[in-house]
């Protein structure tokens, strides 16, 4: 009898845990899933995006094949506007006369997989949890939530198609539940046979600008960096990259950080006062992205990120220059 | 009789010799001041801070023998020496605030920030300059990993909001 008992207290406690455990890394492997489908899957559809009061429309495209991935974002209304992305070659077009050539600089990640540590720092920043079951865009989808343990970042809610894990709606909330932003398929097209022509059109009739951009062998990741410091970065971020880099139409490099919650990304910008023509300073904001620039002494210092306006204040209030 | 007085307060007599006292005490109200000033001395020496000594009389008598002066108050001098004490009472109060910003300073100012942030409310970007930002920005946001290229739909849909 009390060995029974005993056996009952035993496997309870090995039992309990390993429940919880489970709980938990379902809705972690639903993220992975999310991010896996995102890049190897062949879609396209159209998708309505809602910030700030407007509402528009826009297409996206996606291939993958032994190539890479192909892909095509582009505005349904008004002024035409799109990327075109193969593997790390991003092409920006903006209205039917320009293209900007931006190329990601960065290899060492290998998509879509997320890397551990991000998941271990969406864990530690977020509790996450599955919710309801909807339909979107005639697709049955599974919604999961990304609620923050603090008022720093924002509640990410998320609709994954069941079948294949693709995103089908997102809506990022403030603190107060409010919608910040919110993107929803209307029409998907999941596998099958997607035109290719799609994510190839345009080219032709452009006169292809092309920015100067550095390669990841010229970037050097030291130079002067240690001279700047971001005190209050928000907890849970961490420092992913740091580096001196061109950007469009400045003169002069750039010196970017990125940290990352595992979610929400916030980069710095410092560069010299005269490379800024014209620029507002302040508060500024697209959807769930804020960005807000400040004069620190000679400096320009522009933080942007999808986290609530006080915290890309924050961060950039409290950026520091050797000691100051 | 102040021997007697002194004697009987401190219960040094026995039952027949207070009584005795109380009676003359009784029949002679000129010895009342003194059982009063006796009482008083007892009160200082007991608790000092609850005395019952009745001075308003002897005061309203001196204020009324005073003589009223009808002048002009010496004005300089008393203006001054408000001006000085006012003007320590402001070094001190800034001195104070200047302590406890140097004290806090540091701490407190991301968080009024984080408060006033609640109020502002940000307005669109304007069409140049930022884009630069945002697909620098874009292209290590972990958001990227996640929504994939959707998240690029903020660089594409701001035209819209122009107008």
Redesign the interface.
């Known amino acids: 009898m009390k060995a029974r008992f005993a056996l009952i207290v035993v496997s309870f406690f090995a039992v309990a845990p390993a429940f919880s455990d489970t709980g938990r890394q379902v809705d972690l492997d639903w993220l992975q899933t999310i991010a896996f489908a995102t890049h190897q899957t062949d879609y396209s559809g159209t998708f309505v995006y809602q910030h700030n009061g407007h509402m528009e429309t826009a297409r996206i495209t996606h291939i993958s094949d032994q190539n890479g991935e192909h892909e095509k974002l582009e505005n349904l209304e008004g002024p035409r506007r799109e990327f075109i992305r193969n593997n790390n070659e991003i092409l920006w077009y903006l209205g039917d006369h320009k293209a900007v050539q931006v190329e990601r600089q960065y290899s060492g990640k290998s998509f879509p997989a997320l890397l551990p540590e991000q998941l271990s720092a969406l864990n530690e920043n977020y509790f996450i949890h599955t919710a309801e079951q909807a339909r979107i865009a005639g697709f049955d989808t599974q919604a999961i939530v990304f609620q923050p343990k603090d008022t720093l970042r924002y509640t990410h809610k998320m609709w994954a198609h069941r079948d294949s894990g693709l995103l089908l709606k997102a809506v990022v909330l403030d603190e107060r539940r409010q919608m910040v932003e919110q993107y929803t398929f209307i029409q998907l097209k999941i596998g099958g046979d997607i035109e290719r022509t799609q994510v190839t059109t345009g080219q032709s009739a452009t006169t292809l600008q092309q920015q100067s951009h550095a390669t990841p062998s010229e970037i050097s990741t030291q130079t002067a960096m240690n001279d700047w410091k971001v005190v209050a970065v928000p907890s849970g971020f961490k420092k992913i990259m740091e580096m001196r880099r061109p950007l469009p139409g400045k003169k002069t490099d750039v010196l970017h950080f990125v940290f990352s919650d595992g979610l929400a990304g916030i980069s710095v910008f410092i560069e010299t006062l005269g490379n800024h023509f014209n620029r507002k300073l302040g508060l500024s904001s697209r959807g769930a992205i804020h960005v807000y620039s400040k004069e620190k002494s000679d400096y320009l210092v522009t933080v942007v990120g999808e986290v609530p306006p006080r915290t890309v204040m924050q961060v950039a209030d409290s950026v520091r220059y050797k000691g100051q | 009789m102040k021997q007697e007085i002194s004697a009987l307060m401190d219960g040094e007599l026995f039952d027949d010799d207070a009584e005795a006292v109380l009676d003359k005490l009784k029949r002679n109200p000129d010895k009342h001041d003194e059982w009063r000033t006796y009482h008083l001395i007892s009160d200082v020496l007991r608790q000092p801070d609850h005395v019952h000594a009745n001075i308003s009389i002897a005061i309203r008598e001196r204020l009324q023998a005073e003589p009223t002066v009808l002048a002009p108050r010496s004005r300089a001098s008393h203006n001054a020496r408000w001006f000085a004490l006012s003007a320590a009472a402001s070094v001190m109060a800034f001195t104070l605030v200047a302590w406890l910003s140097v004290q806090i300073g540091s701490e407190t100012?991301?968080q009024i920030?984080?408060q006033q942030?609640?109020v502002?409310h940000?307005?669109?970007?304007?069409a140049n300059?930022?884009d630069?930002?945002?697909?620098?920005?874009q292209?290590?946001?972990?958001?990227l990993?996640?929504?994939?290229?959707?998240s690029?739909?903020?660089?594409?849909?701001?035209?819209?909001?122009g107008?």
């Open positions: 100012a991301p920030a984080m942030s609640n502002v940000s307005v669109s970007l304007p300059g930022l630069d930002y945002l697909v620098a920005h292209e290590f946001s972990p958001s990993d996640v929504y994939g290229m959707t690029y739909v903020h660089t594409v849909a701001h035209q819209q909001e107008k």
